[in-house]
Nanobody
Framework: QVQLVESGGGLVQPGGSLRLSCAAS????????MRWYRQAPGNQRQLVAA???????TYADSVKGRFTISRDNAKNSVYLQMRSLKPEDTAVYYC?????????WGQGTLVTVSS
């Protein structure tokens, strides 16, 4: 069973940047897509960004132009570069590997945007 480990979260001031990483213990080359989700306190988990194995990328409207998703199959990793962060970006960010017939979640990494 592949495991996902997120890293890179932390406390950042509004307008700042963070880069999240998601490292898989096995190959992500057979995934249909890798996705980043986030969940703020009291809210449902929502999709932030997705990248298919073919390189098709989608973003939530709330992060378009500020966040960039990328993947490196050779390193079995996916990344989320976050810029111009806002307080409303505060959440636990989760990595998700979509293998079509099954999915794997990471444990999450907390991002707090506050002055």
């Amino acid at each position: 069973q592949v495991q996902l480990v997120e890293s890179g979260g932390g406390l950042v001031q509004p307008g700042g940047s963070l880069r999240l990483s998601c490292a898989a213990s096995g190959s992500i080359g057979s995934t249909y897509a890798m996705r980043w989700y986030r969940q703020a306190p009291g809210n449902q988990r929502q999709l932030v960004a997705a990248i298919t194995n073919g390189g098709t990328i989608t973003y939530a409207d709330s992060v378009k132009g500020r966040f960039t998703i990328s993947r490196d199959n050779a390193k079995n990793s996916v990344y989320l570069q976050m810029r111009s962060l806002k307080p409303e970006d505060t959440a636990v960010y989760y990595c998700y590997a979509d293998y079509v017939t099954r999915g794997v979640w990471g444990q999450g990494t907390l991002v707090t945007v506050s002055s």
